[in-house]
């Protein structure tokens, strides 16, 4: 990462700024998602993310933790889009462009489809603030600390929805029952 944004940043390095922009847009449009009308909105709020990003190149190795600083930018701009919106906002309970699709580790795609539709279930069906601070842990690896920096929301309140989300998810997922793999044929 730090090679990227230093040809970046040194050589307005299309290439490198092409494949940071790769790396972090479907997970930044999800979040995006989780806090605009659609997912159009969610589209245009990280493209004009990565605009201001690109006009302010030089800068980019002033920034210390980079991910959690694009996490809150897209935060920003989704919150100030939204607020310039002449619809009237939505509840995030009934935002359907806010289901983010469970992403699945290699060791679990030994798992049958029908638990793997069980699991993203289950995590769909969390509360939408608490499948977002599930999802930037789980699946997009931020630390406690920079979930609450990027949420502004303290430290214990992730530690205290990451712990809602595994009780929720263990008993809407049944841990008697093993899981199928499923058979190879060859």
């Known amino acids: ?10 050589n307005s390095d299309q290439l490198a700024f092409g494949q940071l ?7 930044l449009i999800y979040f995006a998602s989780a806090l605009v009308r659609s997912r159009e909105e969610a589209e245009e ?7 201001k990003l690109w006009q302010n190149r030089s800068q ?3 920034i210390r933790h980079f991910q959690t600083y694009v996490y809150t930018a ?6 100030n889009h939204r607020s310039r919106s002449i619809f009237p906002i939505e509840e995030l309970e009934g935002n359907e462009a806010a289901l983010i699709p469970c992403v699945v580790s290699p060791e679990e795609s030994l798992i049958s489809r029908e638990n793997l539709r069980q699991i993203e279930q289950a995590v769909n069906g969390l509360p939408i603030r ?3 601070i599930f999802k930037l842990v789980k699946e997009d690896g931020l630390s406690y600390r920079e979930v609450a920096e990027v949420l502004d929301i303290s430290v214990n309140t992730v530690n205290a929805q990451i712990t809602i989300a595994l009780k ?3 008993s809407a997922i049944d841990l008697r029952k093993p899981f199928r793999i499923p058979l190879v044929r060859k």
Do not use: P, Y
């Not at 990462?1 to 040194?10: G, S, V």
């Open 1 to 10: 990462m730090e090679q990227l944004l230093e040809r970046i940043a040194k």
């Open 21 to 27: 922009f790769s790396h972090f847009s479907d997970r």
């Open 45 to 51: 709020v990280v493209a004009d993310v990565f605009v």
């Open 60 to 62: 980019l190795l002033e």
């Open 74 to 79: 897209v935060r920003n701009t989704a919150l």
């Open 130 to 132: 608490c499948r977002l």
């Open 168 to 170: 929720k998810l263990s």
